[in-house]
């Protein structure tokens, strides 16, 4: 993963598929307050056909690529992988559907429809997979604050935002300001060729959200959990709260003889993808004896400097960040955002013990809402 020209990054990934990501400062934190489900609203009309001959998506499944995107909350990001004697087609056609913003008329109630059934899918509006209310801060709040952009909206029914999109995405999703990595072979899809379908750029600084105005103590989870509070932005101080949550999972499986926990890190589970303060979290099995497990993290931050642990917890990491980078499309998107993001490097190759003792410190055990 190395940054080839300012704007664009790259992962050089052999084989016949590659893939191109854009990624633009267009999350749910760009909302602003009163418009929550607006940036989830804007990416459903952006990848809408823009006509009823279905452009662009013809045309690339004429030439076996695919095109997606992913709203999240510091970021949109819109890929496409293909073929890679096709990709540089594949991205004219794509800049040239990103800035062409005309829809037919009944696009905004269809894509409202479908963002509803979505969500009722995704969620089946549980409050053990709701959350919404728990992790994203407000545009100008903390988090826990009472702010859903996508259940709420949904329920509405109807295109809610419909008068809003276009002014948000001409805002927010403009190709001179947004970061693009590609997987693929350079002597196949050369850098240069890249730069210029995609014309000049100025990687935009995303604003960091707000500080907490409360701690972890004072929110409610939707399950019983571990939370370390992340509050550094680099890639140092987000790859040293990972490291220590793997090491609060082992802490967890050892007081109850079970395998270790998943570490899940912000809304999505998407490795540096979000700006601080967000979380990481370490969910407690069923059955788990709550006051053990505080009592044991109690002691926690010192056990992270014991000989061996931090060197575990980065074997684990790694094992695992080599698994998120398996395919093209990944490479290329998690290259854009981490570009995005300022978060270009090698995660935990340098995780600093300090870091790691100090995210650990912050740890606290919440109990389910």
Not at 37 to 55: I, T, V
Not at 66 to 78: F, G, K, M, P, S
Not at 224 to 233: F, G, K, S, T
Request: proline content about 8%; some cysteine.
């Amino acid at each position: 993963m190395r940054e080839v020209a300012p704007g664009l990054g790259w992962y050089e990934y052999g084989g016949d598929v590659g893939a191109v990501a854009l990624a633009f400062p267009a999350g749910f934190h760009a909302e602003g307050a009163g418009r929550p489900g607006l940036a989830h609203f804007a990416e459903h009309m952006l990848m809408a056909p823009r006509d009823r001959q279905a452009h662009p998506y013809a045309r690339l499944e004429e030439r076996g690529c695919l095109l997606e995107a992913r709203t999240r909350r510091d970021h949109l990001t819109v890929t496409v992988s293909g073929p890679q004697r096709h990709l540089l087609r594949a991205v004219e056609t794509l800049v040239a559907h990103l800035t062409d913003l005309e829809r037919p008329g009944d696009t905004a109630l269809r894509q409202a429809e479908i963002i509803r059934n979505e969500v009722l899918e995704k969620t089946a509006l549980s409050p053990a997979t709701d959350r919404w209310r728990w992790c994203v801060p407000t545009p100008d709040g903390a988090i826990g604050a009472d702010h859903d952009p996508v259940v709420a909206p949904a329920l509405a029914g109807s295109a809610v935002h419909a008068d809003a999109w276009q002014a948000f995405l001409a805002r927010h999703v403009r190709l001179d300001r947004c970061s693009a990595a590609v997987a693929a072979d350079p002597a196949l899809v050369g850098p240069g060729a890249v730069e210029s379908a995609l014309g000049p750029r100025t990687v935009p600084r995303i604003p960091r959200a707000a500080s907490p105005g409360r701690g972890a103590q004072g929110c409610k989870a939707p399950r019983d959990e571990i939370v370390l509070p992340v509050r550094a932005d680099d890639l140092a101080g987000q790859s040293a709260a990972l490291a220590a949550a793997e090491l609060a999972a082992e802490t967890v499986a050892a007081a109850h003889r079970q395998p270790g926990a998943a570490v899940h890190y912000g809304l999505f589970d998407e490795w540096f993808s979000e700006n601080a303060p967000t979380v990481v979290t370490v969910p407690l099995p069923a059955g788990t004896d709550g006051t053990a497990v505080e009592e044991r993290m109690r002691a926690f931050p010192k056990t992270v400097t014991e000989p061996g642990a931090l060197a575990r917890a980065r074997r684990r990491l790694s094992h695992e960040w080599a698994r998120r980078l398996a395919t093209p499309s990944a490479c290329a998107r998690l290259t854009a955002w981490m570009l995005l993001g300022g978060r270009m490097g090698d995660p935990f190759a340098p995780c600093d013990p300090d870091l790691v003792e100090h995210s650990a410190s912050a740890a606290a055990v919440l109990r389910g809402a």
